[in-house]
């Protein structure tokens, strides 16, 4: 079956953005040499980017407004606004739990969970995601976006690789089994 | 100059322990084989650890009822009891951070700040942490006491050096020097 996979990065303590939402802490930081860090393994494995609807719109007017910088994905922007669909981009306005249920029961390669901190945890609390990639930035914000939010059940984790280049960590997990 | 050092482990969310104060997730982990970790390596560098009382209540009652664990470092505990000092412990009335002051000032090896979380906050308000060793838990436990609190500025680190054993990944950084 097709494993979603959270790719993100956070600050030591946790956030995937500053207070004002902005990401530019992560930018300068990354653009070092990405070919270092799993990246490009990565996108190897998936074929489906899903996000949100500001993440996506961080996406096009911040990161690359010149052009959709997943095109060789296809993305799902989950949104409760009904637009029309894009080439490769199709804007849902299902549950996140129920698009990555469809998703995982249909074919194709691994599914890119990419934000934002609403949507990874409603799948966290569902227990729908399977891989965690943590790029952990040398960087204590004090405050911004959580990552992880608040969740009745504990997630037990296996690690399963770790790597670190231009100062970042990345810490990769995957789901632990019930025994 | 004596640097502090924060020596803690916490959840992959970034807790150091659960929503009762318990940190059992954490001794199921730690028990395997410490001396692949640093540990051993660390406390050679330190001859006097730094915690608040709740820690301090916690280390006697819960993981080491019959002897004092820190016996070889003298330890320091802040909180607003008056208590007479102990062989190795002084109770001491002061804030977190004009004790450390005072530390640095004087003569010694390192110091390590060992929680709770509340001290570990005004430090880093005061930017009086030196080094940062993070173990970080393969667990996300969804809820419990936060070891990073809300700060108004931001802390750029240095990363210094990763170590993964048993699941866990250790992640040792230094403040980074205004330039």
């Known amino acids: 079956m097709r494993k979603t996979v959270l790719y993100i990065a956070m600050s030591l303590d946790g956030y995937i953005a500053d207070d004002g939402g902005k990401v530019d802490w992560l930018e ?4 070092a040499d990405e070919s270092e860090g799993t990246y490009t393994e990565f996108v190897q494995e998936i ?25 060789d994905l296809t993305t799902y922007v989950i949104t409760h606004r009904e637009k029309e669909p894009e080439e490769k981009i199709r804007f849902v306005q299902d549950s996140p739990s129920n698009l990555i249920r469809n ?11 990419c934000g934002g901190a609403e949507i990874v945890r409603q799948l966290m609390q569902d227990e729908l995601i399977d891989r965690f990639y943590i790029s952990v ?10 990552l992880f939010g608040k969740m009745e059940k504990r997630l037990e984790l296996k690690l399963l690789e770790t790597r670190s280049w231009n100062g970042i960590t990345e810490l990769l997990y995957e789901k632990r089994e019930e025994q």
Not at 47 to 71: A, C, F, I, N, R
Not at 137 to 146: A, S
């Open 28 to 31: 300068g930081q990354e653009s």
């Open 47 to 71: 074929d489906t980017v899903v996000m949100g609807w500001k993440t996506y719109h961080q996406v096009m007017t911040e990161l690359s407004p010149d052009e959709w910088v997943y095109s």
């Open 103 to 113: 998703l995982k029961n249909s074919e194709g390669k691994d599914i890119w969970i």
């Open 137 to 146: 930035i040398p960087v204590i914000l004090g405050k911004g976006i959580r």
